[in-house]
């Protein structure tokens, strides 16, 4: 079925090339006005997949008439094409809601058929908008309306209550459970370590979290988040405790769902380049950063900190000798979106970010909400543990005596070559201080208290390595051999 487009402009002889040249192939039907209000009175009587509009025009202008339909025709697609090559009309326009912006040339038949091309993406790519989503929504929505799994516990893990998700755990009724031990099928050594956290808590850090794997009597296995919150006695003695679980299973797999709907969109959207040979005026991304006055230029680490602080919006990039192009795109203060760019192609998301160092130079640009917004739609990031950087607060420690806070690099090698992709899982007294993954040096950083502490390596299949260290300088290096 073709696609039917709304063509906006008050010059005759371009609206007659339009009829002669557009649609020619059949893939789409052309009604031509020659006003913005011409076009206003067709959007009342009748509906249309894309709008074309030219820039300058009498009674109103292109981005005018932009406006008008983003208030009232919302995500309908619109395409700016004119003559007119400034640039502030180019950020104006996607400031405004603009899907495409291209400039008329003197080849009517290039023109055209490139606008053609440009209608039929827009066209496409509304409707893969629209399944992101509502896979968005759906995602969003797994997450909230999830059955908690609830468990009041004595500080030796004794259930002295349960609901009935929890008792679907162990397929029995969850009165049933009462008096035994929470977890009862775990190991000793973990068993130990979890009461020891949970007779550690006090007022002051009452509560912790931990994952769990369970498996179900039918075999099915998931993943468990728990939070654990100490209920005190008036002298501040752990009397009980309140876990709260949550499958987040379900929320893995509406997740995989939604990056497949993310890569359906970069397939049919070319707004963000794909060859660093593509830079050029006609890249929305380019136009962003080249008439965007900076806001400063920061090494990674410190641009995501910095952001977060500030809560922006914006678009910061980066550029190595070796002939690449790294962006990311915040919203509130946190990096939602990359896309990484070399001689070889582009990385989007989670893998965009594999390649990023941390002695690499971001200069970050501010943006609208609704900018970045865009730009991250086809290019989130969903692991951000490549950019996460040492919290601002210390993580609380166990024992009553604190005596600093060291930051520590682990390097996991293999003959001699790092080993990246794989998680690191940081435990202290039983409880999990910190979780990270391996950057494609092989390495990760947590900031530690000072004490002792236990490491433990797996991958999807389990636990490879288990390690012991002791964090007692501002700045240590360990490495562990998997070979």
Known sequence: MPVSVLYVDDELPHLMLAQEYLGASGKVTLTCVSSGKEAIDALRTGKFDVIVSDYLMQDMDGIQLLKYVRANYESTPFILFTGKGKEDIVISALNSGADYYIRKG?????????????????????????????????????????????????????????????????????????????????????????????????????????????????????????????????????????????????????????????????????????????????????????????????????LVREMKAQKAYGIAATAGAEGFRAFLIFMKGEPEGGIYIDRSGVLYGDRSVLFLKNSQNFTFYPTEP??????????????????????????????SVRKGIGNIIINLVRGGMPVAGLRVTIKSGGKIVGNDVTSQQGQTTFQLLYGQYTGVIHNENGILRSFSFTVDKPELIHTVDLS
């Not at 049919?268 to 006055?293: A, K, R």
Request: aromatic share 8%; hydrophobic share 35%; proline share 6%.
């Open 106 to 302: 003197s080849d009517p038949v290039v023109q055209f058929s490139e606008l053609e091309q440009r209608i039929l993406q827009a066209y496409e790519g509304h409707h893969v908008k629209e399944e992101l989503a509502a896979r968005e929504q759906l995602y969003h929505s797994v997450l909230t309306v999830q059955t908690e799994l609830f468990v009041d516990i004595l500080p030796d893990l004794t259930i002295i209550r349960a609901n009935d998700s929890y008792g679907a755990l162990y397929a029995m009724p969850a009165t049933d459970l009462i008096g035994k031990k929470f977890f009862h099928d775990i190991s000793d050594e973990d068993r130990a370590g979890l009461v020891e956290t949970v007779r550690s808590l006090t007022p002051e850090n009452p509560a912790t979290d931990l994952e769990t794997v369970v498996t179900y009597p039918d075999g099915k296995k998931s993943e468990i988040l728990w939070h654990i919150e100490g209920v005190f006695s008036s002298d501040g003695m752990v009397v009980s405790a309140k876990a709260t679980g949550r499958d987040t299973s379900q929320a893995e797999m509406a997740r995989e769902v939604l990056q497949q709907s993310e890569q359906k969109y970069q397939q049919t959207m070319t707004d963000v380049p794909q060859h660093i040979g593509d830079f050029d005026e006609n890249v929305p991304l380019n136009f962003i950063i080249e008439n965007t006055h900076p806001l400063g230029n920061w090494l990674l680490p410190e």
């Open 370 to 399: 609704e900018i970045a917004n865009r730009f991250v739609t086809g290019c989130r990031i969903y692991d951000k543990s490549h950019l996460r950087v040492p919290a601002s607060n210390p993580i609380p420690e166990i024992s």
